[in-house]
């Protein structure tokens, strides 16, 4: 072996890592809506967890992937701890499929369909496939199934590299020499451990193990405590993500942490115990890829089965190691949960959801303020908005950057949805705020309206609680129907906001009415034609969610076209149902 077979060796673990993000991307992003499902279905099931985590890691081909997607979500307060320790078992789980994968490359046979597993056989076909549907297809999910494929193809062309750069040892006496020394069972573990934790992938330690072991210098003996020791490395990605992160998401690396190495000393312990009493005649035995496969899924199996009924002692150990500390007033989303965009899109749909509740809750408030105010209500109207406007800036700044990755075309419109509609939302807080200032206004300067104007104000608020449920509803369960509604709605707001308005003047000419109630009553008539006004946007947003071009304007110039039916019929409906409630 000569320095360029060296060169060789690093370009393959290259082509390997890189392929494998790939893939592991490509495969996230096709299974991004069931990920997210799946992970709705968390349960304290300690069984269903291992299911589910057994399942994410298989579809998107990365046991990392997955721990530091569920450190985001309970740094995010989106998860409880205890909800990850079923989910870390099962994904040691199904990483162990990667291994099988790789192992293909040891499958010698003059079958042609035996041939056919080789990976020199198919990786060819798989890289053409996926240029192809990356460069033919028009839509996202067949360009990620490209994607993937090609991403596949490099995985193994990397690990072909590997294995013919490292052909040329079989033969010679300095590596044999080496390979003694790693019959110690414990520099093993810490080889598989440190290889491991840089590179921070345990598909790519396996896989270098795996071409090493087509030397046929590599036995059963020294293979086993390197598997173990690398099942430990792995855990170097999630303690890293840890940092800097909530007490909560960094037990959760210390389970992943400690499940790995109770594992690992418990097998080594017995392994090496019942060999220095039956002398196992297979530990001298040479290993292939396969064999390592084999031995990666017992071990992960094994420790799974032999910690899974000790889960809760698990998040003890996890919680005695890692000392609580103030939780943060308001759990956001957190950055980690960028390596899973899709994952990320929908927890910030859910926000985005709570965030239209609370402004709807704000106008509520506010509107039976005007009419019965106390100190009381106002305080917690002023406290809603502050939240709501933390959220809208915090939302806001997260979704920006999230828009900057990869997504798929749906997460993008999602994403443009959401950039629109929370600043609509924090609006509506603002103007829910502003009437609280009319009411706290009319209070102190006891001031009262006539007997008319108050039946106009409350046929209004009626209609603003309306349309306020109407678009809520439309926004957060997607109703086209309910958001149909919203502008009849929000021009017979209007027509009743200018009749009040000319009806004062009237009543003020007649004396009846004074300028200081009108400058308060003009006041809430503005921020109610305002609340109106972000309804009517928000419900546009819900309208053209599924449109490729977002023209709000184009929209709203047709409907408000009376020769639309539907329309003409909603409003005169609402222009009924509301000047009926006049004095």
């Not at 290259?14 to 349960?43: C, D, P, V």
């Not at 309804?535 to 409907?559: G, W």
């Not at 019929?569 to 409630?581: G, P, Q, T």
Request: one cysteine or more; hydrophobic letters at 45%; charged letters at 20%.
């Amino acid at each position: 072996m000569n320095i360029f077979s060296v060169f060789t060796l690093f370009g393959g673990l290259a082509f390997f890592i890189y392929g494998m993000n790939q893939m592991s991307g490509s495969l996230e992003r096709i299974a991004g809506e069931k990920m997210e499902a799946i992970i709705n279905k968390m349960t304290q099931n300690r069984l269903v967890g291992l299911i589910i985590g057994c399942v994410i890691t298989i579809a998107i081909q990365s046991s990392s992937a997955v721990t530091v997607m569920l450190v985001g979500l309970v740094n995010s307060g989106l998860m409880n701890i205890g909800n990850t320790v079923g989910v870390i078992m099962g994904s040691n789980v199904g990483t162990t499929i990667t291994a099988w994968i790789m192992s293909l490359i040891g499958v010698s046979s003059d079958n042609i369909f035996v041939k056919m597993l080789k990976p020199e056989s198919f990786s060819p076909v798989l890289a053409f496939v996926g240029i192809a549907l990356m460069m033919l297809s028009k839509t996202a999910k067949k360009k990620d199934i490209g994607n993937s494929f090609l991403g596949f193809a490099i995985l193994m062309y990397g690990m072909m590299l590997m294995s013919n750069s490292v052909a040329p040892l079989a033969d010679s006496p300095a590596f044999s020499n080496i390979l003694v020394s790693f019959k110690n069972p414990f520099l093993g573990v810490m080889t598989g451990l440190v290889v491991t934790a840089v590179i921070q992938s345990s598909a790519a330690s396996v896989g270098m193990l795996q071409a090493l072991s087509v030397t046929g210098g590599i036995t059963y003996g020294m293979a086993i405590p390197i598997i173990m020791g690398q099942n430990i490395g792995t855990c170097a990605t999630a303690v890293l993500s840890s940092i800097g992160v909530s007490p909560n998401a960094k037990r959760v690396s210390a389970i992943h942490l400690s499940f790995n190495l109770i594992g690992t000393a418990f097998f080594m312990i017995l392994y090496y115990s019942l060999h220095a009493v039956f002398d196992f005649a297979f530990v001298d035995k040479t290993i292939n890829p396969m064999g390592i496969a084999l031995c990666h899924s017992i071990f992960n199996i094994a420790t799974t089965l032999l910690l899974l009924p000790f889960s809760k002692l698990l998040v003890k150990i996890a919680i005695k190691a890692i000392k609580t500390e103030p939780e943060p007033e308001i759990a956001f989303i957190d950055e980690r949960l960028f390596d899973t965009p899709h994952i990320a899109v929908c927890e910030c749909g859910k926000l985005a959801c709570e965030m239209a509740l609370m402004a709807q809750d704000t106008v509520k408030k506010a509107v039976d303020n005007l009419f019965s105010h106390t100190d009381a209500t106002s305080q917690t109207i002023a406290e809603l908005e502050g939240k709501i406007d933390i959220f809208e800036d915090r939302l806001g700044s997260y979704l920006v950057r999230l828009s900057e990755r990869t997504l798929s075309l749906a997460d993008n419109r999602n994403v443009a949805k959401m950039l629109h509609v929370i600043g609509n939302f924090e609006r509506i807080s603002d103007h829910a705020l502003n009437l609280t200032k009319s009411a706290k206004e009319l209070d102190e300067k006891k001031l009262e309206m006539s007997e008319q104007a108050m039946s106009e104000l409350k046929a209004l608020a009626n209609a603003i609680d309306e349309i306020i449920n109407l678009s809520i509803t439309a926004y957060n369960n997607m109703d086209i129907s309910s958001a149909g509604k919203v502008e009849p709605l929000e021009q017979v707001i209007d027509l009743i906001t200018e009749t009040i308005r000319t009806n004062h003047i009237e009543r003020l000419q007649s004396g009846e009415c004074t300028i200081e109630r009108g400058f308060v009553l003009a006041d809430i008539l503005n921020n109610y034609e305002r609340i109106s006004d972000h309804c009517s946007n928000i419900a546009v947003a819900v309208l053209e969610a599924d449109t490729d071009m977002y023209d709000p304007h184009e929209y709203l110039r047709k409907v408000k076209s009376m020769d639309n039916p539907d329309f003409k019929k909603r409003f005169e409906a609402y222009k009924d149902k509301y000047f009926s409630l006049f004095y």
